[in-house]
T-cell receptor
Framework: KNEVEQSPQNLTAQEGEFITINCSYS?????LHWLQQHPGGGIVSLFM???GKKKHGRLIATINIQEKHSSLHITASHPRDSAVYIC???????????FGTGTRLTIIP | GAGVSQSPSNKVTEKGKDVELRCDPI?????LYWYRQSLGQGLEFLIY????????KSGLPSDRFSAERTGGSVSTLTIQRTQQEDSAVYLC?????????????FGPGTRLTVT
């Protein structure tokens, strides 16, 4: 069973700061997903990646397969980025996700 | 277009009663997933459908839990003889083919409270 750990659990930062959230996992995977859960509960899929780096607007996700580690970066953070960010991994040959416990991000104006 | 919808949005039930939770995926999406998010805990996978078949039911926590999907569209998650530990938000997601190729789209969830 894959173990997924995220750090930090909670992060508070000032508007404009560069944010990094980390995710590590224990067993090789076919892909890693980053999700965003808004305070109202809605979940949005941000990235799905199996190698390298992806960028969407101010968000950047990277993965190092050898080190079993991924990072989610937010540049020029804004209060609307306040949410819980969840890392999830998908093992080879199936559609099942194993989730981390999430990182609660609060951006102060 | 319309996203994933779930009903009811909230459900309060007495311990021992059966409940049915409904998910309407995005039209044309063949892959459908059920997840559970308990208070203070992370998300956990319950079951995955491809069309009307469920190739992976490994996350269903007990035989009180079952799910079906009809017409490759609507899915129902049924919990029999509910227990207090079943209280959670139940989330449904769909994907055009499956997560190997496409991201998944989540519904708003059903908050289940067992009293």
């Amino acid at each position: 069973k894959n173990e997924v750990e995220q750090s930090p659990q909670n992060l508070t930062a000032q508007e404009g700061e560069f944010i990094t959230i980390n995710c590590s996992y224990s067993v090789g995977i076919s892909a890693l997903h980053w999700l965003q859960q808004h305070p109202g509960g809605g979940i949005v899929s941000l990235f799905m990646l199996s190698s390298g780096k992806k960028k969407h607007g101010r968000l950047i996700a990277t993965i190092n397969i050898q080190e079993k580690h991924s990072s989610l970066h937010i540049t020029a953070s804004h209060p609307r980025d306040s949410a819980v960010y969840i890392c999830a991994v998908r093992d080879f040959g199936n559609e099942k996700l194993t989730f981390g416990t999430g990182t609660r991000l609060t951006i102060i104006p | 277009g319309a996203g994933v919808s779930q009903s009811p949005s909230n459900k309060v039930t007495e311990k021992g009663k059966d409940v049915e939770l409904r998910c309407d995926p995005i039209s044309g999406h063949t892959a459908l997933y059920w997840y559970r998010q308990s208070l203070g805990q992370g998300l956990e996978f319950l079951i995955y459908f491809q069309g009307n078949s469920a190739p992976d039911k490994s996350g269903l926590p007990s035989d009180r839990f079952s799910a079906e999907r009809t017409g490759g569209s609507v899915s129902t998650l049924t919990i029999q003889r509910t227990q207090q530990e079943d209280s959670a938000v139940y989330l449904c997601a769909s994907s055009p083919i499956g997560m190997r190729f496409y991201e998944q789209y989540f519904g708003p969830g059903t908050r289940l409270t067992v009293t």
